[in-house]
Protein backbone atom coordinates (compact mmCIF):
# COMPACT_ATOMS: atom_id res chain seq x y z
CA UNK A 1 0.00 0.00 0.00
CA UNK A 2 1.36 3.28 -0.80
CA UNK A 3 1.94 5.94 1.89
CA UNK A 4 0.34 9.59 2.50
CA UNK A 5 1.71 11.94 0.13
CA UNK A 6 1.52 15.97 -0.45
CA UNK A 7 0.28 16.75 -3.94
CA UNK A 8 -1.09 19.58 -6.11
CA UNK A 9 -4.62 18.96 -6.51
CA UNK A 10 -5.84 18.73 -10.56
CA UNK A 11 -9.74 19.32 -9.73
CA UNK A 12 -11.63 21.26 -7.47
CA UNK A 13 -12.98 18.93 -3.93
CA UNK A 14 -13.67 19.54 0.03
CA UNK A 15 -11.70 18.30 2.68
CA UNK A 16 -14.08 15.54 4.37
CA UNK A 17 -12.02 16.74 7.50
CA UNK A 18 -12.58 20.34 7.49
CA UNK A 19 -15.01 21.14 4.76
CA UNK A 20 -12.70 23.90 3.45
CA UNK A 21 -12.34 23.79 -0.05
CA UNK A 22 -9.64 22.57 -2.13
CA UNK A 23 -8.81 24.18 -5.42
CA UNK A 24 -7.55 23.19 -8.33
CA UNK A 25 -3.50 23.71 -8.60
CA UNK A 26 -3.67 23.81 -4.23
CA UNK A 27 -1.25 21.87 -2.46
CA UNK A 28 -2.94 19.11 -0.57
CA UNK A 29 -2.18 15.77 2.04
CA UNK A 30 -3.80 12.68 -0.19
CA UNK A 31 -4.39 9.55 1.31
CA UNK A 32 -4.17 6.71 -1.42
CA UNK A 33 -6.05 4.06 0.97
CA UNK A 34 -9.15 6.17 1.37
CA UNK A 35 -8.55 8.40 -1.79
CA UNK A 36 -9.07 11.42 0.08
CA UNK A 37 -7.27 14.20 -0.40
CA UNK A 38 -7.12 16.96 2.66
CA UNK A 39 -6.56 20.62 3.26
CA UNK A 40 -3.33 22.02 4.56
CA UNK A 41 -5.16 22.94 7.48
CA UNK A 42 -6.28 19.79 8.96
CA UNK A 43 -5.23 17.17 11.23
CA UNK A 44 -4.43 14.18 8.76
CA UNK A 45 -2.17 17.00 7.18
CA UNK A 46 -0.56 18.19 10.07
CA UNK A 47 -0.03 14.60 10.97
CA UNK A 48 1.77 13.60 7.41
CA UNK A 49 4.21 16.37 7.91
CA UNK A 50 5.16 15.49 11.52
CA UNK A 51 5.47 12.09 10.08
CA UNK A 52 8.07 13.61 6.66
CA UNK A 53 9.61 15.94 9.52
CA UNK A 54 10.61 12.50 11.47
CA UNK A 55 11.29 10.75 8.54
CA UNK A 56 13.74 13.53 7.43
CA UNK A 57 15.77 13.71 10.86
CA UNK A 58 16.00 9.95 11.27
CA UNK A 59 13.65 10.07 14.42
CA UNK A 60 12.90 6.49 16.27
CA UNK A 61 8.83 6.87 15.33
CA UNK A 62 9.38 7.97 11.88
CA UNK A 63 8.50 4.50 10.36
CA UNK A 64 5.54 3.78 13.22
Known amino acids: MKPPYFLTARFNSTCP ?3 KPI ?3 DQCAYYPATRQAYHLDSKSANQLRALEFA ?3 NMADANY
Open 17 to 19: ETG
Open 23 to 25: SKG
Open 55 to 57: AAY
